[in-house]
Structure formats: C-alpha cells, structure tokens
C-alpha cells in the first residue's frame, strides 16, 4: 500500500453515499439522485458508442467530484450552484487528483466526466459555457514524473511530504 493511503479512514461506499446526499439541500428542484439519472440519460442518449463501463466509470467519477465539490463549498443546490463550477475549480480538482496520485488515466477519465458534465449542463440551461473544456487531460510524462516524485515523497518526513505537495500544486497552478 502507497504511504499516501496509509492513514486514510475507509468508510464503506454506503455510508460515504449517504453522507454525501446528507449534504445536498434535498427541497431544491433537483437532487442528486436525479440528477445523476438525468446525466446517465443524457449519456445514453448522446452517444450509442459508450459502453455500460464507461457509463457505469463516468456516474463513479461525477459522484466523486461532487465528494470533493461538497467539502470545498459545504452546502450546495443543485442546480443553482453549478454556475461555481468554473475553470478555476475545475484546476483544482485537477491538482487534487494529482497531488493524490492518482493514475493517469483514471485523472484524465475524471476530466473527461467533466466535461461530459458540463455539456450536460448546457444542454439544461443551467450553464452557458463549459468549464472543463479548456482543461486539458494530462500528458504520459506525467506518469514517469509521477513516478519519480513517489519515489522522492517515500524519503522524505511528513513535513517535508506536506511541502512537497504544495509545491508541486503550486507548479500545476
């Protein structure tokens, strides 16, 4: 096991599900349950060429942003609160997966989502413009780096690990 996930508490899915639509104000129009449902129709019926996978890897991947979005900006309604979502927050997810180490092609999947996301957005009137289309997915270099950097973060104290994960979102900025 990575050192990075050495002292991460698991929370099984479930429980991780219902904390997560805990957060979500349930009285707006829209929640996640259905949102999610309307974006998997979206998807559906956008593209034959998506596989049940894909599908199945994108709604995962929506899921986990929407994780991340909800501790980032507390209470949230949807779909009010899209219009947040903008380039800027999008980097910053981006970093975040990066500085968590994730692969390269779960990182790029993820941005992909969102941008799927976004259009899906569009399509509902709630935004005008893209904010993921810009991002650009990341390059296999990375992954060597990537690789390089782990093994330079497993010499070093968690102070040094902390700022060595600054830095580098610093350089991502």
């Given at each position: 096991?990575?050192?990075?996930?050495?002292?991460?508490?698991?929370i099984p899915l479930d429980i991780l599900l219902i904390l997560f639509y805990s957060k979500i104000n349930m009285s707006s129009q829209y929640n996640f349950y259905n949102l999610e449902a309307e974006f998997k129709k979206y998807l559906l019926s956008g593209n034959k060429s998506l596989t049940k996978i894909t599908i199945k890897n994108y709604l995962s991947d929506l899921r986990h942003?929407?994780?991340?979005?909800?501790?980032?900006?507390?209470?949230?309604?949807?779909?009010?609160?899209?219009?947040?979502?903008?380039?800027?927050?999008?980097?910053?997810?981006?970093?975040?997966?990066?500085?968590?180490?994730?692969?390269?092609?779960?990182i790029n999947r993820r941005l992909?989502?969102?941008?799927?996301?976004?259009?899906?957005?569009?399509?509902?009137?709630?935004?005008?413009?893209?904010?993921a289309k810009k991002i650009n997915n990341l390059s296999s270099g990375y992954q060597?780096?990537?690789?390089?950097?782990?093994?330079?973060?497993?010499?070093?104290?968690?102070?040094?690990?902390?700022?060595?994960d600054q830095f580098i979102s610093f350089l991502n900025q």
């Open positions: 096991m990575s050192k990075l996930y050495q002292n991460t508490i698991k942003f929407f994780g991340w979005f909800i501790r980032k900006f507390k209470n949230i309604q949807i779909p009010e609160d899209f219009k947040k979502i903008d380039e800027k927050i999008i980097e910053e997810y981006k970093n975040y997966l990066i500085v968590n180490g994730l692969p390269l092609k779960t992909s989502t969102l941008r799927k996301f976004g259009s899906f957005c569009i399509s509902q009137n709630w935004l005008s413009l893209n904010p060597q780096l990537n690789e390089e950097v782990k093994k330079f973060r497993s010499l070093l104290n968690s102070e040094d690990q902390k700022n060595l």
